[in-house]
């Protein structure tokens, strides 16, 4: 996981802010309880992970996750933090492949009304396009079907 500083020096960075006390209003938080994580006294709380992860255009699920899965001190419910990172935690590298794929191909990126393509949306645009994608491509792309919902 990126530390906690570290996303909120990016986010400093990305829009532009000069101090911690703009961040905590950006965030909603109290300038104390942003003094408390960036300083390591406190694990941010699922609210303020999803308000920098939104912020930086972020799985809020996954770093929710990854932040619980280094610090939940019961080894148990750590145990399950670890596990469930790892299920969630590709996702957000899925889409941005995707549409990196498309894009550097000359190709239109499918559109679907629903919050995910389908396998099949993604081959018929594959097939669609002129002049064809080759087969390493649809192979790499065959082997992301199944990741975690966003191809189904």
């Known amino acids: 996981m990126a530390k ?3 996303l909120l020096d990016r986010l400093k960075r990305e829009r532009k802010i000069n101090s911690d006390n703009q961040v905590a209003k950006l965030l909603g938080l109290s300038r104390q309880s942003l003094c408390d994580y960036r300083k390591g ?3 941010p709380d699922d609210y ?3 308000r920098i992860a939104l912020e930086l255009s972020l799985d809020p699920l996954a770093l929710i ?3 619980r899965a280094e610090t939940e001190p019961d080894k148990e419910k750590r145990a399950f933090w670890r596990d469930f990172f790892r299920r ?3 996702r957000a590298l899925i889409a941005p492949l995707i549409c ?3 894009l550097s191909a000359g190709l239109e990126i499918p559109t679907a009304n629903a919050k995910t393509l389908t396998y099949q949306d993604i081959i018929r645009t594959i ?3 002129e002049p064809p994608f080759s087969l390493a491509t649809i192979q ?3 082997g992301l079907r199944h990741a975690d919902g966003i191809i189904t």
């Open 4 to 6: 906690f500083p570290e």
């Open 41 to 43: 006294h406190h694990t």
């Open 48 to 50: 303020a992970l999803t």
């Open 65 to 67: 996750a990854e932040v």
């Open 88 to 90: 969630v935690g590709h």
């Open 100 to 102: 990196g794929v498309f």
């Open 127 to 129: 097939i669609r396009q």
């Open 140 to 142: 790499i792309l065959s």
